[in-house]
Every structure is written in C-alpha cells, then in structure tokens.
C-alpha cells in the first residue's frame, strides 16, 4: 500500500507562487499515476493534475493550465505542484493521491474513485 504526505502549504498573496511536495512510500516497480487534488470549504473536491510515474507526461485542469506544473523525483519518491499565478480561488486544501496504472487519462484523472492512496492534506492560502 502506497503511503503519501503532503508539505509545502502556506499563506501567500495573489500573483505569488508556492511549491508544494508529496513523498511517497511503498512504491514497488509497478507503474502509478500520482496526482493533485484540492478541495476549497463548501466544495467538492476537484482533480488539479496528473503525472505518470513511469513515463513523466502529465495532464492539467483546464483552471490551473499554464499556471501549475506537476513534476517528480523518482529518486527521492517525490512530487511535485509548482504553482504560479496564484489566485485567490486557488485557496483550497490540497491533497496526493496515488493509484497503479502508467499513465494518467483526462477521462479518469479527476475521478475520486479511481486512487486508493490518499494523503492528509495540506492548506493552501492566497490572500487578495
């Protein structure tokens, strides 16, 4: 079982950035698909992005295109959300999450379902 913990969270002001990581324990040689995920108070929890652990291509939210760029260690298990531009719709509780599989799809990377591996979260904040 994959574990993940998130670290990176914080306060900043919009048009500001902020580099949040996940590190991941339990990887075995099997393909996985690890992903961003944030949830804003009142909302439902909404996929960000997506990147393939074996193969690095990665998909976005149409919200954060441009502005958000996942990336990954693979020698330390680690990942990455690299996020510039921020807005203050950007402030939400954001989450890793990981399932098997090499390759991340548009048609499933948003699905809460599909990942089995979850991690606690950590709070990001962009102030006006």
């Known amino acids: 079982q994959v574990q993940v913990v998130e670290s990176g969270g914080g306060l900043v002001q919009a048009g500001g950035s902020l580099r949040l990581s996940c590190t991941a324990s339990g990887l075995t040689t099997d393909g996985y698909a690890m992903a961003w995920f944030r949830q804003a108070p009142g909302k439902e929890r909404e996929g960000v992005s997506c990147i393939s652990w074996t193969f690095g291509s990665a998909v976005y939210a149409a919200s954060v295109k441009g502005r958000f760029t996942i990336s990954k260690d693979n020698a330390k298990n680690t990942l990455y959300l690299q996020m510039n531009s921020l807005k203050p719709e950007d402030t939400a509780m954001y989450y890793c999450?990981?399932?098997?599989?090499?390759?991340?799809?548009?048609?499933?990377?948003?699905?809460?379902?599909?990942?089995?591996?979850w991690g606690q979260g950590t709070q990001v904040t962009v102030s006006s």
């Open positions: 999450a990981a399932r098997r599989s090499t390759f991340c799809s548009a048609s499933w990377f948003q699905l809460l379902d599909e990942y089995n591996s």
